[in-house]
């Protein structure tokens, strides 16, 4: 699930056939295309989150899941294929690469990894770059077959933050409805856990060793193992949530990813909204 900078750089100078997406976004912009083209890892294509790894938002909040055609359509031009391992990176803390690590997953691709640290970990390890627009070869293969990794909708989470554990992946400040800089409430989903995705990396943004993370889920109840509660995530519009469910799986822990999240969550006036602190 996770690769080295040294060890794409291996395949990379092998000539090992991977395709590497290159997923920088950052919330409220500018788009990381720009990014991109002033420097990206050999090869790498730009994949835009908003045009590529989202439906129109709306209702479902602000990210929702893309269709599946239109799904099909953009990793086909970016030139995924179904039997070539798909390597994503971002600038650094992998939270958009894990956007687009969970949605090829859920349609059926079989090996996809995220590059800890991303981008800035490549660098500093001297990988080598390149400019420009890139060009992609040969359109992909890849054929989109959704349902391999598990999904809730709104009431789903509901039941889950009763019934099992349901983890908050946004900052704190936001989770406890004290700021609010996006999305039209401030709050959360009661029952629902406080479980910063910052928590699951280290001070150089890259991802804790696999005891750390079980021991971190471990005080939020989650385990791994068939006696464990059910596990789900959401985040403020289905991608930092994506990033706690990598964690969760890197540690052993299936989690179901609520994709609408709090963006859908709050746009509906009959589900209610909890303040303050995490319940005890």
Do not use: K
């Amino acid at each position: 699930m996770l690769i080295e900078p040294a060890e794409l750089q291996r395949r990379l100078e092998s000539a090992a056939a991977v395709t590497v997406l290159d997923v920088r976004w950052r919330l409220g912009g500018p788009p990381g295309r720009r990014d991109y083209e002033e420097s990206h890892v050999p090869g790498a294509v730009f994949v835009d989150l908003d045009e590529d790894l989202s439906g129109a938002p709306g209702q479902g909040g602000r990210h929702p899941l893309p269709a599946r055609a239109d799904f099909a359509a953009a990793m086909r031009r970016l030139g995924v294929r179904s039997s070539v391992p798909v390597v994503v990176y971002d600038a650094a803390d992998s939270t958009s690469a894990a956007r687009c690590w969970w949605l090829l997953a859920y349609f059926g691709h079989r090996d996809v990894s995220i590059l800890d640290g991303g981008f800035r970990a490549w660098v500093e390890a001297g990988g080598t770059t390149e400019t420009g627009a890139g060009a992609v070869g040969a359109d992909g293969d890849f054929a989109p077959d959704p349902g391999h990794l598990p999904l809730l909708d709104a009431d789903g989470a509901a039941g889950l933050a009763r019934a099992g554990i349901l983890l908050d992946a946004r900052p704190g400040a936001r989770y406890r409805g004290e700021v609010e800089p996006i999305d039209q409430v401030a709050g959360h989903i009661p029952g629902a856990l406080s479980a910063p995705t910052s928590e699951n990396l280290d001070a150089e943004d890259r991802w804790r060793p696999v005891a750390d993370l079980q021991e971190r889920f471990r005080r939020l109840g989650a385990t791994a193992g068939a006696g464990g509660r059910p596990v789900g995530a959401y985040c403020g519009s289905g991608v930092t949530a994506a990033h706690e469910v990598f964690a969760l799986r890197l540690a052993g822990i299936e989690a179901a990813l609520y994709v609408g999240s709090w963006s859908e969550w709050s746009r509906d006036p009959s589900r209610p909204v909890a303040t303050g602190p995490e319940p005890g």
